[in-house]
């Protein structure tokens, strides 16, 4: 090593953040990394990123496989690109306190479609980052973790990071192939080709998922047949009126396959899958019977689901569970087993909360997860640095009317329905306090001063409507639907009464 | 977990102790894996909108009106008697130690039990079980 390094240009200045103590590190640099440093920075809480990509973006520097998002970004709502509103129909910008910071994404699309490209949402994120004043450490990849003291130590190529606190915003991006015997004749849906290079061969799909349709979309006419096998039936995202099911973006193959077209939907495990002189074959057993059934292809994709890359976390005492190797966490999405131990970004998905009617929440996603983080940095910046959440005072005239505006227009109650609410509170000197967006499953299960919180339900048969949750002498007991309404706007004098009464004996 | 040992762990359960290989698998993925921490509400006495649970790892306990009044372990399940009934829960469940459970949508049960009757007829007897105690008790 010498002691002088010349500079050799612009974007060769010494990195930020070296190996060193912090007060919270984070690791990530793709969307939930990148919105999690955003609220450490207005917090005012000092902390490093380290990431082990050469840029911003994250999942999106490579994904999704076709180069299209499945996510909207609607450009021609009446509602300005700069209000909070607003980010209820952008479901791909991160999320600034600043008017100027948000709605980046409508601005960097052409219009001609909602639905953004691959290299549109990389730029996005990157533009975020620069415009907040985000700093990050690049190509520094965390490649294991430690414990001392107070401290757990990340180590990298560049040396050791310690802190108290780490947040961890690697996605849930490792790919995943089942243990199938012969599964080494198939490829990871990360592994899929160029589209034309599948021209008239025969394709075996595992999975029925949004990645298996998609993949079966895409290929649609290269491929012939297509058939696609899981276990279990797929659904469709408008039938479970979740965006667990299948989107409707992807359903042509579904449409194919109904009309006899060349594409085959099968419940069936697959067994094994062999390789001869002419191809492959897929040996299944069919869910229902236990018929045996074997697909003559030339290829297989699985696109069987992805893991978050955890390395050697459960060594800090992290337990994870179920196929995607999600750790057990707190509403505030800390480990539950290694306090100071957050994760940011998709892994939040694994806080379930209350999945009313089996309706998981949108946590998977970014425009899920990046309300959740301001809820993880809230409960950092409490428990490790004592610093309070604002609970502004609040008239109680405002009480219901706040509530009504929120149940109809926060982005926060709509991309993530019976997950977050919004809460407001009687202090014992009387005051009423809103205390903003929260967890709901926090909300009904700590204990806490009498209040109310709304959210915004969907039921089982698709009515959406605001759902209050009533705390009295510390508890909730029941949780009230209100009536829903045409256009699914709650600001009518029915609803005002309505919640009026409801609330009259802790807010009133 | 991974899906072998998940299997495993599903063909070990009384409630699924009658469905051959291919069903397990759809069985496993059915239903969904999720984890809850110590302390937490896994279900919600007297609200609307819950599942169907299925106990992998952990110990919950079962209160009504703040009194416990039962523990279930690995194997057991609940949430299916207001799912069958269509009303809400008379008991909360709430983890007693980091809980990993296999979950079933509400909406769902109705059309998993029709389409695997042998896990109908073991919760039957697992529901009839504890009709016998409670009429003993009576």
């Given at each position: 090593?010498?002691?002088?390094?010349?500079?050799?240009?612009?974007?060769?200045?010494?990195?930020?953040?070296?190996?060193?103590?912090?007060?919270?590190?984070?690791?990530?640099?793709?969307?939930?990394?990148?919105?999690?440093?955003?609220?450490?920075?207005?917090?005012?809480?000092?902390?490093?990123?380290?990431?082990?990509?050469?840029?911003?973006?994250?999942?999106?520097?490579?994904?999704?496989?076709?180069?299209?998002?499945?996510?909207?970004?609607?450009?021609?709502?009446?509602?300005?690109?700069?209000?909070?509103?607003?980010?209820?129909?952008?479901?791909?910008?991160?999320?600034?306190?600043?008017?100027?910071?948000?709605?980046?994404?409508?601005?960097?699309?052409?219009?001609?479609?909602?639905?953004?490209?691959?290299?549109?949402?990389?730029?996005?994120?990157?533009?975020?980052?620069?415009?907040?004043?985000?700093?990050?450490?690049?190509?520094?990849?965390?490649?294991?973790?430690?414990?001392?003291?107070?401290?757990?130590?990340?180590?990298?190529?560049?040396?050791?990071?310690?802190?108290?606190?780490?947040?961890?915003?690697?996605?849930?991006?490792?790919?995943?192939?089942?243990?199938?015997?012969?599964?080494?004749?198939?490829?990871?849906?990360?592994?899929?080709?160029?589209?034309?290079?599948?021209?008239?061969?025969?394709?075996?799909?595992?999975?029925?998922?949004?990645?298996?349709?998609?993949?079966?979309?895409?290929?649609?006419?290269?491929?012939?047949?297509?058939?696609?096998?899981?276990p279990r039936s797929a659904h469709l995202s408008v039938n479970l009126h979740s965006l667990s099911g299948v989107?409707?973006?992807?359903?042509?193959?579904?449409?194919?396959?109904?009309?006899?077209?060349?594409?085959?939907?099968?419940?069936?495990?697959?067994?094994?899958?062999?390789?001869?002189?002419?191809?492959?074959?897929?040996?299944?057993?069919?869910?229902?019977?236990?018929?045996?059934?074997?697909?003559?292809?030339?290829?297989?994709?699985?696109?069987?689901?992805?893991?978050?890359?955890?390395?050697?976390?459960?060594?800090?005492?992290?337990?994870?569970?179920?196929?995607?190797?999600?750790?057990?966490?707190?509403?505030?999405?800390?480990?539950?087993?290694?306090?100071?131990?957050?994760?940011?970004?998709?892994?939040?998905?694994?806080?379930?909360?209350?999945?009313?009617?089996?309706?998981?929440?949108?946590?998977?996603?970014?425009?899920?997860?990046?309300?959740?983080?301001?809820?993880?940095?809230?409960?950092?910046?409490?428990?490790?640095?004592?610093?309070?959440?604002?609970?502004?005072?609040?008239?109680?005239?405002?009480?219901?009317?706040?509530?009504?505006?929120?149940?109809?227009?926060?982005?926060?109650?709509?991309?993530?329905?019976?997950?977050?609410?919004?809460?407001v509170s009687r202090d014992p000197d009387g005051r009423i306090r809103d205390e903003g967006i929260v967890s709901?499953?926090?909300?009904?299960?700590?204990?806490?001063?009498?209040?109310?919180?709304?959210?915004?339900?969907?039921?089982?048969?698709?009515?959406?409507?605001?759902?209050?949750?009533?705390?009295?002498?510390?508890?909730?007991?029941?949780?009230?639907?209100?009536?829903?309404?045409?256009?699914?706007?709650?600001?009518?004098?029915?609803?005002?009464?309505?919640?009026?009464?409801?609330?009259?004996?802790?807010?009133? | 977990?991974?899906?072998?040992?998940?299997?495993?762990?599903?063909?070990?359960?009384?409630?699924?102790?009658?469905?051959?290989?291919?069903?397990?698998?759809?069985?496993?993925?059915?239903?969904?894996?999720?984890?809850?921490?110590?302390?937490?509400?896994?279900?919600?006495?007297?609200?609307?909108?819950?599942?169907?649970?299925?106990?992998?790892?952990?110990?919950?306990?079962?209160?009504?009106?703040?009194?416990?009044?039962?523990?279930?372990?690995?194997?057991?399940?609940?949430?299916?008697?207001?799912?069958?009934?269509?009303?809400?829960?008379?008991?909360?469940?709430?983890?007693?130690?980091?809980?990993?459970?296999?979950?079933?949508?509400?909406?769902?049960?109705?059309?998993?039990?029709?389409?695997?009757?042998?896990?109908?007829?073991?919760?039957?007897?697992?529901?009839?079980?504890?009709?016998?105690?409670?009429?003993?008790?009576?």
């Amino acid at each position: 090593m010498t002691s002088t390094t010349p500079s050799p240009g612009p974007g060769w200045a010494t990195p930020p953040h070296p190996p060193g103590t912090y007060p919270v590190l984070v690791v990530g640099s793709g969307p939930g990394g990148l919105q999690a440093s955003y609220y450490l920075s207005r917090r005012g809480i000092d902390h490093a990123v380290i990431s082990a990509d050469p840029g911003p973006g994250g999942m999106f520097r490579r994904f999704p496989f076709f180069q299209r998002l499945l996510s909207w970004t609607k450009p021609h709502v009446p509602l300005a690109h700069d209000t909070k509103e607003y980010e209820r129909y952008d479901w791909n910008s991160l999320v600034a306190f600043e008017p100027e910071h948000r709605g980046i994404m409508p601005s960097l699309m052409d219009g001609s479609t909602e639905f953004p490209s691959r290299a549109e949402m990389e730029e996005g994120i990157r533009r975020f980052a620069e415009r907040t004043g985000l700093s990050v450490r690049y190509q520094t990849p965390w490649q294991g973790t430690s414990r001392d003291g107070e401290h757990y130590v990340l180590h990298t190529p560049a040396g050791e990071y310690r802190s108290r606190v780490i947040i961890l915003a690697v996605g849930v991006a490792e790919p995943l192939l089942p243990e199938t015997p012969g599964i080494e004749h198939a490829v990871h849906y990360v592994d899929t080709r160029e589209a034309a290079s599948y021209a008239g061969k025969r394709l075996f799909i595992i999975g029925k998922q949004n990645s298996g349709f998609e993949l079966a979309n895409g290929l649609l006419h290269w491929a012939s047949p297509i058939i696609l096998a899981s276990p279990r039936s797929a659904h469709l995202s408008v039938n479970l009126h979740s965006l667990s099911g299948v989107r409707a973006r992807y359903i042509q193959p579904w449409e194919d396959a109904d009309t006899g077209g060349g594409v085959f939907i099968l419940n069936a495990s697959i067994e094994r899958i062999t390789r001869h002189s002419t191809g492959l074959s897929v040996h299944t057993r069919r869910s229902d019977t236990s018929e045996p059934f074997i697909a003559e292809v030339d290829e297989v994709i699985a696109a069987t689901g992805f893991r978050a890359p955890l390395l050697d976390l459960e060594s800090v005492g992290v337990i994870t569970f179920g196929r995607s190797g999600l750790p057990i966490m707190t509403n505030a999405y800390e480990s539950a087993t290694a306090p100071g131990i957050y994760f940011a970004g998709t892994i939040g998905q694994g806080v379930s909360g209350l999945k009313k009617y089996g309706i998981a929440s949108n946590s998977g996603a970014v425009h899920g997860h990046r309300y959740n983080a301001r809820l993880l940095v809230d409960d950092v910046a409490g428990r490790y640095f004592g610093m309070e959440r604002q609970r502004p005072e609040l008239p109680p005239g405002e009480v219901v009317g706040r509530l009504l505006t929120s149940a109809s227009t926060a982005p926060e109650l709509w991309h993530q329905k019976s997950y977050l609410a919004h809460a407001v509170s009687r202090d014992p000197d009387g005051r009423i306090r809103d205390e903003g967006i929260v967890s709901l499953a926090e909300y009904v299960d700590a204990a806490g001063p009498d209040g109310a919180a709304i959210t915004v339900e969907t039921d089982d048969r698709g009515d959406i409507h605001p759902a209050l949750y009533v705390r009295r002498h510390g508890r909730v007991d029941v949780d009230v639907a209100l009536e829903s309404s045409p256009l699914l706007d709650f600001r009518s004098p029915e609803h005002h009464a309505r919640l009026s009464t409801l609330v009259a004996d802790v807010l009133g | 977990m991974n899906q072998t040992e998940l299997l495993n762990a599903l063909a070990g359960l009384t409630l699924f102790s009658d469905l051959d290989q291919p069903q397990l698998e759809s069985v496993a993925h059915t239903l969904s894996a999720e984890s809850f921490p110590a302390g937490q509400r896994i279900l919600r006495q007297g609200f609307s909108g819950s599942g169907f649970f299925v106990i992998l790892e952990g110990e919950v306990g079962v209160r009504v009106d703040g009194e416990d009044v039962a523990r279930l372990g690995r194997g057991d399940f609940f949430g299916e008697i207001s799912l069958l009934l269509g009303e809400p829960p008379v008991a909360d469940v709430v983890a007693e130690s980091p809980v990993k459970v296999l979950q079933l949508a509400g909406p769902q049960l109705r059309d998993f039990l029709l389409e695997h009757p042998p896990v109908m007829f073991r919760m039957l007897q697992s529901v009839s079980r504890r009709l016998e105690r409670a009429n003993r008790r009576g």
